[in-house]
């Protein structure tokens, strides 16, 4: 059974930097699988932020990409998000998913609501 | 940018009702098209990959369709607890993107 979980800081402070880790379990960070952060503001839709591959290759949406970094800690089967010079409305539920080649997100994170507030 | 347009955006339906959602892709991606669940407070849940595929667990009432840039999500007979959000995703090339969400509530 695949399970990813998702773990940091639940506030942060407006300016200050989103830090965030997905813990996968039942499958190697590794293996043909893209690992993707996703994260949904309150009330709204869903919005993909950026992707990893365990080589470190990268991909990541074009709005955030002067902030974020998305990184891959092979030994510890994980892999985890930065995102700086937060606002308001980086305010959401952030989830972590597997990418499957040719199928997409098969398996998510139940999901860390991050508020940032002062 | 691949962008997604779903339509509608919201819609009432009973029980036992047809209910279909469409995506409409603005290039062609192929097949490279999932569908996704999501109730409130919860994970999305994926009902369909590769635009046809039923995932595992998945009621046959729900089903897909479509290749290119025009997809269907359809539920033959509406249940009670298919009241909820549903989403399409792209995912033929970066950035990954998503439909901006059907809510299905009840009429």
């Known amino acids: 059974q695949v399970l990813l979980r998702e773990s940091g800081p639940r506030l942060v402070k407006p300016s200050g930097t989103l830090s965030l880790t997905c813990a996968v379990s039942?499958?190697?960070?590794?293996?043909?699988?893209?690992w993707s952060w996703v994260r949904q503001p309150p009330g709204k839709g869903l919005e993909w932020i950026g992707e990893?591959?365990?080589?470190?290759?990268?991909h990541y949406s074009p709005s955030l990409t002067s902030r974020l970094t998305i990184s891959v800690d092979k030994s510890k089967n994980q892999f985890s998000l930065s995102l700086t010079s937060v606002t308001a409305a980086d305010t959401a539920m952030y989830f972590c998913?597997?990418?499957?080649?040719?199928?997409?997100?098969?398996?998510w994170g139940q999901g860390i609501l991050v508020t940032v507030s002062a | 940018d691949i962008q997604m347009t779903q339509s509608p955006s919201a819609m009432s339906a009973s029980v036992g009702d047809r209910v279909t959602i469409t995506c409409r892709a603005s290039q062609d991606i192929s097949n490279f098209l999932a569908w996704f669940q999501q109730k409130p407070g919860g994970v999305p849940k994926r009902l369909i990959y590769?635009?046809?595929g039923l995932e595992s667990g998945v009621p046959p009432r729900f089903s897909g369709s479509g290749s290119g840039t025009e997809f269907t999500l359809t539920i033959s007979s509406l249940q009670p607890e298919d009241f909820a959000t549903y989403y399409c995703l792209q995912h033929h090339s970066y950035p990954r993107t998503f439909g901006q969400g059907t809510k299905v509530q009840i009429k």
């Open positions: 998913a597997r990418d499957q080649p040719g199928y997409g997100f098969d398996q």
């Open positions: 990893i591959y365990h080589t470190g290759s990268t």
């Open positions: 590769a635009s046809v």
């Open positions: 039942g499958d190697s960070i590794t293996s043909a699988n893209s």
